[in-house]
């Protein structure tokens, strides 16, 4: 008894049982008290033959009562617990690693949001395990290169095709620091990405810290002739955040300019104030980025043009580990391009000390 009570089916049954004894009763009881009481004297044996009539209609009633009470019991019963089992079905198909499972929406509006939200929820494991096969073979391919290249180095020292001398050395050790930089930044990104990174949260003034990482970065930007200027609206700006991780965010996001941007083109970084936050952009005059990309842009190892990222040494994680940094202090990070070789701004925020306008 105690099993079939547990069971959500039995309980609606139950329900509607105590609904419709209760209105038979209550029917019954209410016919005895008026013919008892407003009854005309004399009249006993028309009473009791007129009770009895009640009493067999109240019956008839409340039998069909009970049987329609039975029928919508089990129908709203069945109606209720089929999207149930049908996502205890999927639910269990999903643990098993199932992503594209999904549920038919029912028309009731309280079981479709359920239905509704577990299909998100689904979507949501199924673009995750992508995102996680995807990061693998991402992985094992940027691996792959400066091993391949290692490997061929030594091969060709054991066969005598290249020489031992410092300068196969010095290609060997440049592979090894490609391979270190990327497992470097591969460790920072699991970090970052699990909320594991160590802030040490300040105030300070914006404007020096973007003048030195631009000072550090005049000479990258020269040997490729090209115009980098700044915009400040404020000679001083304070800021609350980690000024390390900052001058980080900035570097990547000026660096990358520089990379993109062919040579005789403009590199602008502006720092301004709006509201209680402090904006820093940098726009640049470089190759652009197409509007089917930039919702992808700051995804794990995503590339507008895979060969040419490549070729300049990149390794396609800088700009994930960026917006997660300016996440974690609290700003935002974004991307705007008007498109392929018109150039592309990166913006990001940070919010300013206590008291500070």
Partial sequence: ??????????????????????????????????????????????????????????????????????????????????????????????????????VPVPASDELAQM??????????????????????????????????????????LMDGVFPGNEETFALMDHEVRRLRRLVDDLQALSRVEAGQISLQMADFDLIPLVERVLRQLQPSAESQELQMETDFTVQALVVHADSDRVAQVLLNLVGNAIRYTPEGGRIVVAVKGEGETAVVSVTDTGVGIPPEALPYIFERFYRVDASR?????????????????????????????????????????????????
């Fill in 1 to 102: 008894m105690g099993k079939l009570w547990r069971q959500l089916r039995w309980r609606i049954v139950a329900a509607q049982m105590v609904v419709v004894v209760v209105g038979v009763a209550l029917v019954l009881l209410m016919a005895y008290v008026i013919l008892s009481l407003f009854a005309p004297a004399g009249v006993l044996a028309e009473l009791d033959a007129f009770r009895r009539s009640i009493f067999t209609a109240v019956s008839v009633a409340a039998l069909g009562a009970i049987i329609a009470g039975l029928m919508t019991s089990f129908w709203l019963a069945r109606e209720i617990l089929r999207p149930l089992r049908q996502i205890t079905a999927s639910s269990q198909r999903l643990a098993q690693g199932h992503y594209t499972e999904r």
């Fill in 309 to 357: 990222t490549r070729r300049s040494g990149g390794s396609g994680i800088g700009l994930t580990i960026s917006r997660h940094l300016v996440w974690a202090m609290g700003g935002e990070l974004t991307a705007v391009s008007p498109g392929p070789d018109q150039g592309s701004t990166f913006r990001f925020t940070l919010p300013l000390a206590a008291g500070t306008k």
């Fill in 115 to 156: 239905a509704e939200n577990f299909n998100q929820m689904a979507a949501a494991l199924e673009q995750v395990e992508q995102q996680r096969v995807a990061l693998i073979g991402n992985v094992s391919h940027e691996l792959r290169t400066p091993l391949a290249g290692l490997n061929g180095y030594l091969e060709g």
